[in-house]
């Protein structure tokens, strides 16, 4: 049974880099792409971006300048790094694998970012 | 990134059906076959229901259909029970995934 576990800083200074990580337990690590997804106190969700495990990575055009998203395929994690937050960041983050057919078939448990002063 | 429309919410009694649509464009929703729909339950991870427009992953009811029509993918729910009670997304993939704002479906 696949299984996202994720962790990370649930409280960020604006300005700060906001880091999380997601591990992979059970099932293929390098038939995926790995994903970063989103969603504000208003429940829009957005995604952030994605990873192969070879470190081929896709970013939403709007966040790329701030998003980063790297693997480790030896833990079979990926993580991301999100710099310079404002309250605006305030979000839900969650991991999820993207199927071959461009859907989110498995989600993480989803992690509350604050970005206040 | 096209954006794509959805009502914000529906509601059924028990044992109804009710539909959601969500319009995007000809050159997503349209275009591919790449649309999923999502549930998501208070405090909880959204689920995947449908991917292909209309297909089912395993374990996902099957009164749960899709159906695609020109620029405008459908939800519906048959037979509706409480706990479909729930946000309802859906979201194309065309080099990026965009989602839709949610829709509430209430049973009443």
């Known amino acids: 049974q696949v299984q996202l576990q994720q962790w990370g800083a649930g409280l960020l200074k604006p300005s700060e880099t906001l880091s999380l990580t997601c591990a992979v337990y059970?099932?293929?690590?390098?038939?995926?792409?790995w994903n970063w997804i989103r969603q504000s106190p208003g429940k829009k969700l957005e995604w952030l971006g994605e990873i192969n495990h070879s470190g081929g990575a896709n970013y939403n055009p709007s966040l790329r300048s701030r998003v980063t998203i790297s693997v480790d395929t030896s833990e079979r994690q990926f993580s991301l790094r999100l710099s310079s937050v404002t309250a605006a960041d305030t979000a839900v983050y969650y991991c999820a694998r993207g199927s071959m057919w461009l859907a989110l078939d498995m989600w993480g448990q989803g992690t509350m970012v604050t970005v206040s002063s | 990134q096209s954006a794509l429309t959805q009502p914000r919410s529906v509601s059924g009694s028990p044992g109804q059906s009710v539909t959601i649509s969500c319009t995007g464009t000809s050159s997503d929703v349209g275009y591919y076959n790449y649309v999923s729909w999502y549930q998501q339950h208070p405090g909880k991870a959204p689920k995947l229901i449908l991917y292909d427009v209309s297909k089912r992953p395993s374990g996902v009811p099957d009164r749960f259909s899709g159906s695609k029509s020109g620029n405008t993918a459908s939800l519906t729910i048959s037979g509706l029970q409480p706990e479909d009670e729930a946000d309802y997304y859906c979201c194309s993939y065309v080099r990026s995934y965009v989602f839709e704002t949610e829709t509430k479906v209430s049973v009443l």
């Open positions: 059970g099932g293929s690590f390098s038939d995926y792409y």
